[in-house]
């Protein structure tokens, strides 16, 4: 039977796979189109299952807002290319993840039965697609603030009390921008602040200067350490010369949380042999 172009057409239409695998599909059925289906969701899971262990690393963050600011969400949807995250697909999954945990309330991504959808979208994109994490951000008594930067790369959500809809945002910029560790000294946690004891101990300990100058070297580290990775200790990333901490005593206001996230932030993404990927490719 002859392959037609309309044949390939409406095979791609009810599948979404690509114009070749179409017509190699319609060719080896002989023109079975419910044939060509049922091979063709065959091999594009196969295809699928091929492609899950590969490292996932780019992608988009969704995140979504109540109108009186007392509630939140955020996602991270990771794929393997920034090409790829530019898909119109893509960009419509991670909306529909991200009204999803906002309306049920659930950071466990697991819980919300989307296999059979991300499988599909890796099939049809032709990378793997993996559904990273969630927060969900309850008001405690203040307002919900957020920020998400035009790549849809990062972003965050800070909780204020005081102040208004402007410092909100430009708190919530500034944590995007600057990715401070907590909000106030106090949280660092102990191994943290121990282990940079440690390192600055080592560096001041290489200066051959005596012991008690050593001691303070270390303290001193050590404070600039906690004022850098401390939100209300940070220079203020729209006025350099004003301490977020000075800002929200001028407005009256405090800060109670916040949540940043980064897209591939802590992913190891391995070292890559382009030579012998494109190798393995071809012999494929």
């Known amino acids: ?11 791609r239409e009810r599948t ?3 114009m070749m695998d179409c017509k190699k599909a319609l060719q080896e059925t002989d023109g079975d189109l419910d044939l060509a289906i049922e091979n063709l969701r065959k091999s594009s899971a196969l295809k ?8 996932a690393a780019d992608g988009l963050l969704g995140l979504k807002v109540s109108d009186d600011g007392k509630r939140a969400a955020m996602v991270e949807i990771n794929i393997e290319t920034d090409f790829a995250a530019k898909n119109e697909k893509f960009i419509a999954f ?10 049920r309330g659930s950071e466990d991504l697991a819980s919300y039965d989307l296999d059979a959808e991300r499988e599909t979208l890796v099939q049809e994109i032709g990378e793997n697609i993996t559904l990273r994490r969630a927060a969900v951000v309850e008001s405690c008594g203040g307002e919900i603030a957020h920020y998400i930067h035009t790549t849809q790369r990062q972003a965050a959500l800070v909780e204020i009390t005081g102040g208004d809809a402007e410092l909100g945002k430009d708190l919530a910029m500034h944590v995007t921008a600057i990715n401070p560790m907590v909000v106030r000294q106090a949280e660092v946690p102990a191994d943290v602040v121990g282990k940079e004891r440690e390192i600055a101990a080592a560096q001041a300990a290489e200066s051959g200067k005596p012991a008690e100058i050593v001691e303070k070297m270390v303290e001193g580290k050590v404070r600039k350490f906690l004022a850098e990775v401390s939100l209300l200790d940070q220079p203020f990333v729209k006025d350099g010369n004003m301490k977020v901490q000075q800002l929200l005593k001028d407005k009256g206001a405090d800060v109670t949380r916040f949540v940043r996230f980064e897209v591939g932030e802590g992913i190891d993404k391995g070292e890559e042999d382009f030579a012998a990927e494109v190798a393995a490719q071809l012999k494929s």
């Open 94 to 103: 991670v909306g529909k993840v991200t009204d999803l945990v906002f309306e």
């Open 16 to 18: 979404g796979l690509g």
């Open 1 to 11: 039977m002859a392959i037609t172009a309309a044949l390939v057409k409406e095979l």
């Open 48 to 55: 699928a299952a091929k492609k899950a262990g590969r490292t």
